[in-house]
């Protein structure tokens, strides 16, 4: 969360796998319900409805204000993040991304389905919060991770990191975003949004794992040996499964070249809860490959970027 006159910038990166802010993470799973839930958990209650939130994940769908969901995880997502800042009223500007290749053509009705009412009471885990939205500014997601990495090095490197071609692979749980940067600018012709996300991993090792042993292995399990690289199986079994994340992350890597990546030439970025795929179960050059971690880069971006464009306004208005 990042201060502006008098009210917040609060970035949320919504993701099919999980909801992230600035300081927060929780699952992209949502229950509706007419009556209040009877066991514990994170409940969001608006307009005589209770939500479950954080329990399982969301499916993939290419257009995220097909439905509620979205909209109901993204408020649950601010009372997390105004609660970690000691908060439950705020004036918002709220700050959120599409992927690369949707965001020209989405933008505007994703805005719109955020801003529907600028002035927003609910409760959450008991808490009545209450917010008032000022703006919604919606930026690529990936690109917004990498932003403040290169206003850094053209500060403190000379631009060194970033002279060029760059690559950038942005793998969450629906859709992998890759772009290419070229002296540190997007390159809009050189943006692609393929639906390889770690979903689609999961999705075909639960198949294989039924067609060749007929277990039908849980999610969950398969979800935290990608995190991981462990389970408590038989070894036949974790021998299938490496072999089969392995050829999901060779099939990342023919999907990058294919859109013009040679590690011979540039650096990759890769982001993203897949990158964790990449990093434990890949075959890749380390010199050339460069991790970026934390899983809140994109929300902590895109409240990077919204503040730098408020300043720009400013400037632009004395």
Request: with cysteine; proline share 3%.
């Amino acid at each position: 969360m990042r201060n502006y006159l008098d009210y917040k910038i609060i970035g949320v990166d919504a993701g099919y796998g999980n909801m992230k802010s600035a300081s927060t993470i929780f699952p992209t799973g949502l229950t509706a319900m007419d009556h209040k839930p009877i066991f514990e958990g994170d409940i969001l209650e608006m307009n005589g409805t209770w939500y479950r939130i954080g329990e399982g994940h969301k499916a993939y769908n290419p257009d995220k204000t097909s439905d509620e969901e979205f909209y109901i995880l993204t408020l649950a997502s601010i009372a997390c993040e105004l609660k970690y800042n000691g908060l439950t009223e705020a004036k918002v500007h709220l700050a959120l991304g599409l992927p690369t290749t949707w965001t020209g053509r989405q933008r505007e009705d994703y805005r719109q389905y955020m801003m529907r009412k600028r002035e927003v009471a609910y409760v959450f885990n008991d808490v009545l919060y209450r917010i008032s939205f000022v703006d919604c500014s919606i930026f690529p997601q990936g690109y917004a991770a990498m932003v403040r990495i290169i206003d850094d090095d053209k500060r403190n490197n000379g631009f060194v990191g970033f002279a060029g071609t760059v690559m950038m692979a942005d793998i969450g749980n629906g859709t992998m975003n890759i772009m290419q940067l070229q002296n540190g600018r997007p390159d809009e012709k050189h943006c692609w949004t393929e639906v390889l996300g770690v979903n689609q991993c999961v999705l075909t090792a639960k198949k294989q794992m039924m067609d060749k042993y007929g277990i039908d292995l849980p999610e969950q399990t398969i979800e935290n040996y990608l995190r991981t690289g462990q389970a408590r199986l038989r070894q036949e079994y974790l021998d299938q499964l490496r072999s089969i994340v392995r050829g999901y992350v060779t099939g990342l890597f023919d999907s990058l070249r294919a859109h013009g990546y040679d590690s011979r030439m540039m650096p990759l970025y890769i982001m993203g809860g897949g990158g964790c795929l990449v990093k434990n179960f890949g075959v890749y050059d380390k010199e050339s490959v460069i991790f970026i971690d934390d899983l809140h880069a994109s929300a902590k971006g895109y409240e990077y970027m919204t503040l730098g464009m408020l300043w720009s306004r400013e400037r632009a208005n004395r």
